[in-house]
């Protein structure tokens, strides 16, 4: 069996997922994140976007693949474990198609706007679209597999 780590990702309401994984890729402020077990230790502040959970085929039962989209918050990862403290967290069954692509119609046509506050508020509502529609084509591949 190859190394895994515990990951806790929760909200201020409520625990999203506990459980194993060999890998776990977040979006920081400073960048892509990708942790594997054994990773230094490490505080992040998260941005807006994909958190993938994955497993090596040869783990136990404990591990199972999950995307979501967070909308911030914070990483912190100690010798055995990750833990995401996020602001909210959108979990791909929760997501609509459709809502998503106005928002990322919407944004495209705000983002051409000469105030900088709404272009870089479309920026972010654009961000955060994109990356819900990664987890829902990621999600939708998982389950036809």
């Not at 602001?87 to 069954?93: G, L, M, P, Y």
């Amino acid at each position: 069996m190859r190394p895994a780590m515990n990951i806790l990702i929760a909200t201020p309401e409520r625990e999203i997922y506990r459980g194993q994984a060999s890998l776990l890729v977040a979006p920081s402020v400073e960048g892509e994140l990708a942790i594997m077990p054994g990773h230094a230790p490490l505080l992040a502040r998260l941005r807006p976007g994909e958190v993938r959970i994955e497993c090596h085929a040869d783990n136990d039962s404990d591990c199972h693949a999950v995307d979501v989209v967070v909308l911030g918050g914070f990483l912190e990862v100690q010798p055995d474990a990750v833990i995401i403290l996020a602001d909210a967290v959108v979990r791909a069954e929760d997501i609509d198609v459709r809502q998503v692509q106005q928002a990322v119609d919407q944004a495209k046509r705000l983002l051409a706007s000469a105030d900088k506050q709404i272009a870089s508020k479309a920026l972010l509502d654009l961000e955060i679209a994109i990356a819900k529609l990664h987890v829902v084509r990621r999600n939708r591949r998982q389950v036809l597999i």
